[in-house]
């Protein structure tokens, strides 16, 4: 039987970059294979490769290149698009950017059923139709019409799904299927892919997630640096993985037995980090919030508490109301109803001047630094404005803030960088340092590792750990992702269309959880299939 | 709906300003109204009925509006005849070379840009230079240099005072040349940058042509900007009229705009003045409509279901 894919020796170069470094593998029909790995290991343009579209100046090379069958080395345009969609489709990883928002969803998967004459054209509408419903779009009729920003993010990711098998491909790549999705669409997402593959669809998948790629490959490539560094069945791979970079992947997964333990590697196995004490002190408390955006009430009712030392973590979807609860915390948006109590002292009690200084006392870390922070500034810039605002006199700022950098683990090397010059994980660390220089009592992460690879993000849970062991800071820690909650938290809120669902200690939250919507939210997580996770 | 009421208001302005500019001329304002003509003294006191010059300022502007709302332009005492008659005659031919240079520049710089985005050096270099060279060229020199070769030379077109299509091949090229290289600068950089977006891979991964994506897919954003930019244009071509249809010896609005101002007849210049501005609010009220067509994102949400 001859591969759907059958690559030996391949070679992606980007000029001086070298991307992908002679790598070899087959994927056989109805098989499902997963390629793991982080930002920069090759992963995406590997199997950009297999469609020819590596990207522009790249130079692709190899002793064998077989996409079904047909030597796909120097192949002219025109014959990568007859297997580009017929034979391999395609998914990319936001459906919001990967369909054209100037098109209807039902005209972009008419496109693919047209360009290749996969059904006569009288029966294309049809046919669309057809695919909605085996993606399990409902409303099929109403749907095709919509454009991708009207529809909710899972459902823009079955129609992108159906636009790709539309041509019914032997083989469907996905790349990051699944990681702009919430926890429960995740899990649905995974779900439809599983019904390909018991289908008879091969599958590609490409991702940074190990749990994710778990649960639908049977064999596993574990790339870095344009290699593959261990490969075997999923199971294997898993359970005894024999390369030290595998075991890291592994280990910095939050997972439930490594709560309490350091994510990022140590000498001689797990280290023991033990949870601080919590204080007496409340430093921060919230009553009754209410915010409301026209018809919408994206805050509704929510009261919170949090003591000295403590971290009390916030889980919810996207739209759950975490962020607007955050931005009323920090006093950046002014509630309709309730109040918020910084350290004693109400937000809306005090003039202007008040809340400035006030402001000392709870800082923030987002999501993506690099859009937090001035492009132009360099680093030294950064972390010393608040000191400039503190009142630190010149000449004392640049020892504040190599003390600081210091602190957050960053070398003074990096004042004179500027945001774009940092990697990911660095401009994290930064953000930290930049929130730790006016000695606040309270930091609000707000999706803190959301876009850092599993190793960075394991680096940052355990950087925030011991700066609360160290300094006694109280975190609130907001993120959509269930395991770093678990891993950081003391006590957990769980919300839900703007309301607190579920509230309590973090053990009682994961293990014995009581609101349905809890359930649902722990039954959708994707797991190690070895390992014994949170469930 | 505010967009239109803006646009009123654009308009009321330009009103205003030539109002205020008859009253702020030196000298007697029969005289800026007569411009260079000799009058009667009937009709000079006819003038003064007409324009409420002995009553006070604030009836002088209400009546002015009044005949504007009307339709009542004034009368071109130079011209002998209504203004609104002297326009007639000569807006449909400026009309028709306005069309001509925004069909030339946005077919041009669509079929320039869609040709050279995204293609190797040897093909967008020379693109790029022939376009700073076409923005760089005044339109004036133009117009000769086309007039030499094309009908002194070659006898294909018509060298002056032609009407019809043939006669307005070359004055639409030397009006939109320069704008049809700038906008295919804009498009082309457009098109670059879209052809970077995701959706462009998952179109190609589906095993479209080149060409199919470029047009079905990264044109469509990549015009918005050309489309705002077309607006502006269309009152930049007003004035860049004037000096097309001198060096074509075309009548027209522009033709007529020189010699009202070198006559100083104040009737004629205010009601150009008050059309282009019609022309610019208009053109940019329909840019405004177009958006949305363009782009679904901008529609008014009839409310995202879910």
Known sequence: ??????????????????????????????????????????????????????????????????????????????????????????????????????????????????????????????????????????????????????????????????SAIAADPALLIADEPTTALDVTVQAQILQLLAHRRAAGTALLLISHDLAVVSTVADYVLVMKDGVFVEQGPTRQVLEDPSHPYTRQLLAAVPVAHARGTRLSPAVGGPVAQPRPETGPEIVLEAKNLIKAYGVITAVDDVSLQLRSGETLGIVGESGSGKTT??????????????????????????????????????????????????????????????????????????????????????????????????????????????????????????????????????????LLADLQAELGISYVFISHHLGVVYHVSDRVLVMKDGKVVESGDVEQIFHDPRHEYTKSLLAAVPTLKSTEVIR | MRRVASAVLVLWGAVTVTFLALHLIPGSIVDAIIGQSRVTPEIRAQ????????????????????????????????????????????????????????????????????????????????????????????????????????????????????????????????????????????????????????????????????????LRHALRHAVLPVVTLTGWLVGAFVSGAVVIESVFSRQGLGHLTVGAISQRDFPLVAAIVLISALVYVVVNLAVDALYPLLDPRLRKAPEVVR
């Not at chain 1, 001035?374 to 020892?399: C, K």
């Not at chain 1, 006016?438 to 690879?453: M, W």
Request: glycine share 10%; charged share 20%.
């Open chain 1, 1 to 162: 039987m001859t591969a759907l894919v059958d690559v030996a020796n391949l070679d992606v170069r980007f000029g001086a970059v070298h991307a992908v470094r002679g790598i070899s593998f087959r994927i056989e029909a109805g098989q499902s294979v997963a390629i793991v790995g982080e930002s920069g290991s090759g992963k995406s343009v590997t199997a950009r490769s297999l469609i020819g579209l590596a990207g522009r100046g790249s130079t692709v090379r190899a002793d064998r290149l077989d996409i079904d069958g047909t030597d796909a080395r120097r192949l002219p345009e025109g014959r990568w698009r007859r297997l580009r969609g017929r034979r391999v489709g395609f998914v990319l990883q936001d459906a919001l950017v990967s369909l054209d928002p100037a098109r209807t969803v039902g005209a972009e998967i008419g496109e693919a059923l047209r360009t290749h004459g996969t059904v006569p054209r009288a029966e294309v509408d049809a046919k669309v139709l057809d695919l909605f419903r085996d993606v399990g779009v409902p409303q099929p009729e109403l749907r095709a019409g919509q454009y991708p920003h009207q529809l909710s993010g899972g459902l823009r990711q079955r129609a992108l799904i159906a």
């Open chain 1, 325 to 462: 609860t955050a931005r009323l915390l920090l006093d950046l948006e002014t509630a309709d109803s309730g109040t918020v109590d910084v350290d004693g002292t109400i937000w809306s009690e005090i003039d202007a001047k008040s809340q400035r200084l006030l402001r000392r006392r709870i800082q923030v870390v987002y999501q993506d630094p690099l859009s937090s922070f001035d492009p132009r500034y360099p680093v030294h810039r950064i972390v010393a404005e608040p000191l400039a605002v503190a009142g630190v006199p010149r000449a004392e700022r640049r020892a504040r803030v190599v003390a600081l950098l210091d602190q957050v683990g960053l070398s003074a090397q990096v004042l004179d960088r500027r945001p774009a010059q940092l990697s990911g994980g660095q401009r994290q660390r930064v953000a930290i340092a930049r929130a730790l220089a006016p000695e606040p009592r309270v930091i609000v992460c707000d999706e803190p590792v959301s876009a850092l690879d599993v190793s960075i993000q394991a680096q940052v849970l355990d």
């Open chain 2, 47 to 214: 003038i003064i009925q007409d324009y409420s010059l002995d009553k006070p300022l604030w009836q002088q502007y209400l009546g002015y509006l009044g005949r504007l709302l009307h339709g009542d332009l004034g009368h071109s005492y130079n011209q002998g005849v209504a203004v609104s008659t002297a326009l007639e005659q000569q807006a449909g031919s400026t009309f028709a070379l306005l069309l001509g240079g925004v069909a030339f520049a946005l077919v041009g710089s669509v079929v320039v840009a869609v040709a050279t985005a995204n293609r190797p050096r040897w093909i967008r270099g020379p693109a790029a230079t022939a376009e700073v060279v076409s923005v760089a060229v005044p339109s004036f020199w133009l117009g000769i240099l086309l007039l030499t070769v094309f009908s002194f030379r070659l006898h294909w077109f018509p060298a002056i005072g032609a009407n019809g299509f043939n006669g307005l091949v070359l004055p639409s090229i030397a009006l939109g040349l320069a704008p049809a290289a700038m906008l295919s600068q804009v498009l082309r950089q457009g098109l670059e940058r879209v052809l970077e977006e995701p959706f462009i891979i998952t179109a190609r991964a589906r095993g479209l042509r080149s060409a199919a994506v470029l």
